[in-house]
């Protein structure tokens, strides 16, 4: 009797791991799906920040985005208008992406909320899991952290419009590049920054390796004025929740500063790709990195020998 994948997708396209083969093809299908409420004031740009963040996972797992349908819950008591500056800052990140948009769904709603559905292929052969960091490894991260604190202090309106910006940008730019090096330079394990924070994803990634992570507080790569708001407890919700989530399987060690841990926590948003890169490729990866002006990575700290739990170690 066939399984229902078989039914479903064609026996002759799902091979031993599960994997959704394109007929004729060495490339396999990738999908992924996401949407939330504005995280800034200004439409288009949300707009782009949401369309990069549903972009990221098929980046994150060395993907290329194929086609996007739209996600869109709008109120009836607003400007159609705005609805028109949210969908045109998502097509330009299609276009850069150079990611189809074939259509969408609406709905009526209190809230605000935009993302895509986004298809794309893959090579199963080259992909980028969270489960292949090994003991030695050197963890890069393409992006500052700090957007959930800063769109926190936003909402309170206590942070300057300069700060905005530059999360902003950081938030609305592509994790293509970031993929494409890493893919080139044989990282082995990889996963983006988002709502779990950095000790999360972290976490998600040793465990799924069998490893742990050591995270140096003083490397962190930070966003313009994070630090002074981080000191200042414009941390976010999502901050805490991590926290609690991971309980035993985060250890921070004495004197680190409470508004570095919290920042490790930060739910992110469309944040950067967390890479663990052999020892011996992290220079290259480096080098490579800079050339293309991916100019907010960092070496954050290293890949050692599992604990009885794998655990995310925060250390100066």
């Known amino acids: 009797m066939p399984t229902r994948e078989e039914v479903l997708h064609g026996p002759d396209t799902l091979d031993d791991a599960g994997v959704i083969r394109i007929p004729g093809s060495n490339h396999a299908i990738v999908q992924t799906v996401d949407f939330f409420p504005p995280i800034v004031d200004d439409p288009r740009e949300f707009g782009r920040i949401a369309?990069?963040?549903?972009?990221?996972?098929?980046?994150?797992?060395?993907?290329?985005?194929?086609?996007?349908?739209?996600?869109?819950?709008?109120?009836a008591d607003l400007p159609v208008s705005i609805l028109g500056e949210i969908l045109a800052g998502g097509a330009e990140k299609m276009e850069e992406a150079q990611c189809a948009l074939l259509g969408g769904h609406s709905v009526r709603d209190a809230e605000i909320k935009y993302g895509l559905a986004v298809t794309g292929t893959i090579n199963p052969d080259h992909m980028l899991t969270n489960g292949g960091a090994r003991e030695g490894d050197v963890l890069v991260l393409t992006k500052a952290l700090g957007t959930g604190t800063v769109s926190t202090a936003l909402n309170k309106s206590e942070v300057d419009s300069d700060i905005v910006a530059a999360a902003s940008q950081s938030m609305a730019t592509l994790n293509a590049t970031g993929?494409?090096?890493?893919?080139?330079?044989?990282?082995?394990?990889?996963?983006?920054?988002?709502?779990?924070?950095?000790?999360?994803?972290?976490?998600?990634?040793?465990?799924?390796?069998?490893?742990?992570?050591?995270?140096?507080?003083?490397?962190?790569?930070?966003?313009?004025?994070?630090?002074?708001?981080?000191?200042?407890?414009?941390?976010?919700?999502?901050?805490?929740r991590n926290r609690q989530h991971l309980g035993e399987k985060l250890a921070v060690e004495d004197g680190i500063e409470d508004s570095l841990v919290s920042l490790c926590l930060d739910s992110e948003t469309s944040g950067g790709l967390l890479l663990s890169v052999s020892a011996n490729e992290v220079d290259a990866l480096r080098a490579s990195l800079k050339a293309a002006n991916v100019s907010e990575y960092a070496v954050i700290g290293e890949v050692v020998a599992a604990s009885p739990t794998p655990t995310v170690h925060i250390r100066s």
Request: proline share 5%.
């Open 51 to 75: 369309a990069a963040n549903s972009l990221s996972d098929i980046f994150a797992m060395g993907g290329s985005p194929l086609s996007a349908l739209n996600i869109v819950g709008f109120p």
């Open 179 to 240: 993929a494409r090096l890493a893919l080139e330079h044989q990282v082995q394990s990889a996963t983006d920054v988002t709502g779990f924070g950095l000790a999360g994803h972290g976490s998600e990634m040793a465990l799924a390796s069998g490893v742990d992570l050591v995270i140096s507080a003083g490397a962190l790569p930070l966003l313009p004025g994070v630090a002074d708001l981080a000191k200042a407890g414009f941390c976010s919700g999502g901050s805490v």
